[in-house]
């Protein structure tokens, strides 16, 4: 496990801000993709481990997409995470494609 830095958290809660306005918001399926992102902030912010983000999104069927996200963000700040940026998981609107 390698802990992330204040510094690359602080960046990487700076990237996903940004990209908030330009990610899908919602998807084909009909999940709330600006929550999802929001959740990965929070869990950022706070230094939430997995035990906090069960705590925080514990409505089972409706929570679980977020509470997946949320883990994700764990996974990253525990460097566990496949994802070098956690913004590479969401989908970015067709003008803001590269």
Same mark, same amino acid.
């Given at each position: 496990?390698?802990?992330?830095?204040?510094?690359?958290?602080d960046?990487?809660?700076?990237?996903?801000? &940004?990209?908030? *306005?330009?990610i $899908?918001? #919602?998807?084909?399926? @009909?999940t !709330? /993709?600006l &929550?999802?992102? *929001?959740a990965q $902030?929070? #869990?950022?912010?706070? @230094?939430m !481990? /997995?035990?906090?983000v069960?705590?925080?999104?514990?409505?089972?069927?409706?929570?679980?997409?977020?509470?997946?996200?949320a883990?994700?963000?764990?996974?990253w700040?525990?460097?566990?995470s496949?994802?070098e940026n956690?913004?590479?998981?969401?989908?970015?609107?067709e003008?803001?494609?590269a």
């Open positions: 496990m390698n802990m992330k830095t204040r510094d690359q958290v960046g990487q809660v700076k990237l996903l801000k &940004e990209a908030r *306005d330009k $899908v918001p #919602v998807s084909i399926f @009909g !709330d /993709n &929550e999802l992102l *929001d $902030v929070r #869990v950022l912010e706070k @230094g !481990d /997995n035990d906090d069960w705590n925080h999104w514990d409505r089972d069927e409706e929570d679980m997409d977020v509470r997946s996200s883990e994700e963000a764990v996974a700040l525990e460097g566990e496949e994802n956690l913004v590479d998981g969401f989908v970015m609107q003008a803001h494609r």
